[in-house]
């Protein structure tokens, strides 16, 4: 578990992308966060329980 002080939040905190960077592979497009959540280059998450956030998207005729 996290030995920071304060500690991280826990992955199913609102604010859990603010937990402590503990290894990143950013020419795989990846790091993963204190908490368990691996972050990907594109904004999306997966969670350790396995759930997935997707990165936000928007149409290509929305994009200004």
């Given at each position: 578990?996290?030995?920071?002080?304060?500690?991280?939040?826990?992955?199913?905190?609102?604010?859990?992308?603010?937990?402590?960077?503990?290894a990143?592979?950013?020419?795989?497009?990846?790091?993963?966060?204190?908490?368990?959540?691996?972050?990907?280059?594109?904004t999306?998450?997966?969670?350790?329980?396995?759930?997935?956030?997707?990165?936000?998207?928007?149409?290509p005729?929305?994009?200004?």
């Open positions: 578990m996290c030995d920071h002080q304060p500690p991280c939040p826990p992955a199913d905190a609102t604010d859990h992308d603010s937990a402590r960077l503990v990143t592979h950013p020419e795989q497009g990846w790091s993963l966060l204190c908490n368990g959540v691996v972050v990907f280059a594109d999306g998450e997966l969670l350790p329980d396995g759930r997935v956030i997707p990165a936000p998207r928007t149409c005729d929305q994009a200004a």
